[in-house]
């Protein structure tokens, strides 16, 4: 069973900076089943990106996804005050068939 | 526009049963492999289950194969979750979501309902 872990924990940026998420997976991984969730405080979590680099509909172009092997990366490059919320990255895998994700990285507001 | 709309959560004794429903809408529902995912309040989320399209194919998470049965119907744009023999660590909040792909499989989940809160608890 593969184990996806997330860094940092917690992330205190301000508005403007630029935000680097990283998952790391237990073992190599296709990025073709790897996706990226934001959830924000009392909200359901929203598909950001798929397929590891490829934005979910209505994701604004300051999300990249990137990584293959065992690290991926999601980069926010200015954040808005909306940015700031819960990641988390997520894979699937065949053997056996199963969603996994990550515990969860938190970005907050310096 | 996509609506999933959960229902059917409360509070329960261990040991017992109860069933999620969730209530599609804005997209043609039998096009689309279907999923639950939970999430304890303040913590992760964990997959629970998912089902094909056509109900021909079905996964489960460990934690919940044998106790928890997904089902749709497509005539009626609803899926499923069947709880059985509940215990504390079912607690969570139990969400819907739709299916990014064709199979349950490696479809990431594209929409979310808001969710239906299970309490396990004597």
């Known amino acids: 069973e593969i184990v996806l872990t997330q860094s940092p924990g917690t992330l205190s940026l301000s508005p403007g900076e630029r935000a680097t998420l990283s998952c790391r997976a237990s073992?190599?991984?296709?990025?073709?089943?790897l996706a990226w969730y934001q959830q924000r405080p009392g909200q359901a979590p929203r598909l950001l990106m798929y397929g590891a680099s490829s934005r979910a509909t209505g994701i604004p172009d300051r999300f990249r996804g990137s990584g293959s092997g065992t690290d991926f990366t999601l980069t926010i490059s200015r954040l808005e005050p909306e940015d700031f919320a819960m990641y988390y990255c997520?894979?699937?895998?065949?053997?056996?068939?199963?969603?996994?994700f990550g515990q969860g990285t938190k970005l907050e507001m310096k | 526009e996509v609506q999933l709309v959960e229902s059917g959560g409360g509070l329960v004794q261990p040991g017992s049963s109860l069933r999620l429903s969730c209530a599609a809408s804005g997209f043609t529902f039998d096009d689309y492999p279907m999923h639950w995912v939970r999430q304890v309040p303040g913590k992760g989320l964990e997959w629970v289950s998912s089902?094909?399209?056509?109900?021909?194919?079905?996964g489960y998470a460990d934690s919940v194969k044998g106790r928890f049965t997904i089902s749709r119907d497509n005539a009626k744009n609803s899926l499923y979750l069947q709880l059985n023999n509940v215990t504390a660590e079912d607690t969570a909040l139990y969400y819907c979501?739709?299916?990014?792909?064709?199979?349950?499989?490696?479809?990431?989940?594209?929409?979310w309902g808001l969710g239906t809160l299970v309490t396990v608890s004597s």
């Open positions: 073992q190599s991984v296709s990025r073709s089943y």
């Open positions: 979501a739709k299916g990014l792909g064709n199979y349950w499989y490696g479809s990431d989940f594209d929409y």
């Open positions: 997520q894979h699937f895998g065949s053997s056996p068939p199963m969603y996994t």
């Open positions: 089902i094909s399209r056509r109900t021909d194919s079905v």
